[in-house]
């Protein structure tokens, strides 16, 4: 084999060699935990949040059959958009440590929000002509009695897009796709709380209704 051969077959193997690590490496997407300041009519009504450990420590896995592998941290940006928007919408806003379930565990509140990450897609490019980093997450957003009893739920579809590298570098492009995603989920909880008076009404006939007075002989 003569030296230029040699030299052509290493670099095509170490091509291969740092095409079969990329394809095998996890690269960590870390959303933004900071986001604009809701200004909105607050609905007067005393509201418990419960966010569970599943919730607030949420990673997708991305395993692309080409490509890095990518982890997206979900749960900690989404925590932090739910407890600032919903604490934007309310009067009142307590978190709840206990799931509800069949006694009064959220005291002094009139209803529990709790949120649920039920599904997240990420695409990046592939090629150059695909400059798109696109993000989906879809939450479900529960609404219960103190007791737990549910009373309404809600699908969040989120959607995110932003221009990107194809490969390499930093998650800049992937990481604002996830965050303009996440931007959507705070613009779809607008539209559901945008009638306070149905809402209230929804809670109150959930309410366990008092008891009749007994008439005095």
């Known amino acids: 084999m003569s030296t230029g051969t040699g030299i052509r077959a290493l ?3 170490g091509v291969l060699a740092v095409s079969l690590f990329a394809g ?6 870390t959303p933004p935990t900071e986001f604009p300041k809701p200004v909105l009519r607050r609905i007067p009504v ?20 080409k490509g890095a592998k990518q ?9 932090v958009l739910f407890d600032e928007f919903l604490a934007a919408q309310f009067t009142r806003l307590q978190p709840v440590t206990a799931a509800p379930s069949g006694q009064m565990i959220a005291p002094g509140v009139e209803a529990v929000l709790q949120p649920v990450v039920q ?3 990420i695409s990046s490019p592939r090629t150059e002509k695909d400059p798109f980093h696109e993000a989906w997450i879809k939450y479900r ?21 932003h221009r990107g590298s194809m490969m390499g570098g930093t ?18 909880m607008a539209l559901i709380f945008r009638d306070g008076n149905a809402l209230r009404a929804r809670i109150a006939a959930a309410s366990p209704q008092p008891a009749p007075a ?3 002989p």
């Open 141 to 161: 957003l529960r609404l219960l009695t103190p007791w737990g009893q549910e009373i309404a739920a809600w699908e969040l579809a989120a959607y995110g897009k």
């Open 119 to 121: 599904d997240v897609q």
């Open 46 to 65: 005393s509201m418990g949040l419960y966010m569970d450990d599943a919730f607030r420590n949420y990673v997708h896995h991305d395993k692309p059959e």
């Open 214 to 216: 007994t008439a005095t």
């Open 11 to 13: 670099a095509r193997s």
């Open 24 to 29: 095998c490496s996890t690269t960590p997407v």
């Open 171 to 188: 998650n800049a492009a992937l990481t604002a796709a996830v965050r303009d995603a996440m931007r959507d989920a705070a613009a779809g």
């Open 71 to 79: 982890d997206v941290s979900v749960g900690p940006a989404s925590r």
